[in-house]
């Protein structure tokens, strides 16, 4: 099964208190990078969401969102931290000073300042807080890897029709230049000819045949051809796999680059270039693609 690495979960859980909810949005990215935003009083449940996390997912840029609310009607010991409070206004006074300015603050400014007031810890339940994350992030996880799963298949469906692509162009390049040996003899003979036409020298034909064997030899593609065409069956085998197969496909096209960019060099026909054109545009598509699967 291919997946994806971007989708986007949300999953909510709540008890008799409490709701809890998790989201979380992933974006391709070479490692597994997780970003949690959560409240202050919950912050000790981190590590547990993210192994949980971890279980599940194992390659992509993760941002997740973690929300406590209390429910109507349930009781908040609200706390006011004294010395955070002091700070912001000494702050206050000394932009005043510094800038010129008269502004004032009232009691409900300083009540919206970050952390100024929080609910008391004590009112918290930590079990419950901790099975609450555990079954909103499952759930999350379950509807992003739905969403994963659904892009991995669109993503394995256009490669699998490029590498169809890509095999039809292959076979172009082995169809033809199977001919260069003979092409070549061609070539050098009509040129000596006519070099030695005026001096009444005629050429000599095992001369011609060993001369184009060594150029054959030289643009000679066929080891090429076959591990381009071996790539191609490993790229295509490696979507029945159960594992994360991104950083395999990567490497693999790599080396089908490398193959192209060889054949490339050696030819000298024009049709040929044309098709490892072809081919390399191709490569590239596929490479766009793959940088998404896990």
């Known amino acids: ?16 208190e409490y709701i809890l909810t998790v989201e979380m949005k992933s974006v391709n990215n070479r490692y597994m990078d997780i970003f949690v935003r959560m409240p202050r009083t919950i912050v000790s449940l981190e590590e547990p969401l993210k192994a949980q996390i971890k279980k599940k997912l194992s390659r992509g840029k993760l ?12 009781r908040k010991n609200l706390v006011l931290n004294s010395k955070l409070l002091e700070e912001y206004r000494n702050i206050h006074e000394q932009i005043n000073e510094n800038y010129g300015l008269t502004s004032s603050l009232r009691a409900m400014d300083l009540m919206k300042f970050p952390d100024v007031i929080s609910a008391s810890d004590m009112e918290l339940k930590e079990d419950t807080l901790a099975l609450l994350t555990k079954q909103a992030t499952e759930q999350a996880l379950n509807a992003i890897l739905d969403m994963r799963r659904t892009e991995g298949e669109h993503l394995k469906e256009d490669v699998c029709q490029r590498c169809e692509l890509l095999q039809q162009h292959i076979a172009y390049i082995e169809e033809n230049s199977q001919a260069l040996e003979e092409e070549y003899r061609q070539h050098l003979r009509e040129k000596l000819d006519t070099i030695l036409e005026k001096s009444g020298y005629k050429a000599d034909e095992q001369r011609i045949v060993q ?3 060594i150029l054959a030899d030289k643009s000679c593609i066929t080891e090429e051809l076959v591990r381009f065409k071996s790539h191609i069956n490993q790229l295509l085998h490696s979507f029945n796999t159960e594992e994360p197969v991104g950083r395999k496909l990567d490497f693999v096209l790599q080396e089908m680059n490398r193959e192209v960019n060889t054949m490339g060099s050696k030819s000298d026909r024009l049709d040929i270039v044309d098709r490892v054109v072809i081919l390399k ?14």
Not at 1 to 16: L, N
Not at 283 to 294: C, P, T
């Open 1 to 16: 099964m291919i997946y994806s690495m971007t989708g986007y979960g949300r999953g909510v859980a709540q008890s008799e």
């Open 63 to 74: 941002d997740v969102f973690v929300g406590l609310e209390f429910k109507e009607g349930i």
């Open 211 to 213: 001369e184009a064997a």
């Open 281 to 294: 545009s191709e490569l590239e598509k596929i490479r766009e693609q793959i940088q998404n699967i896990e």
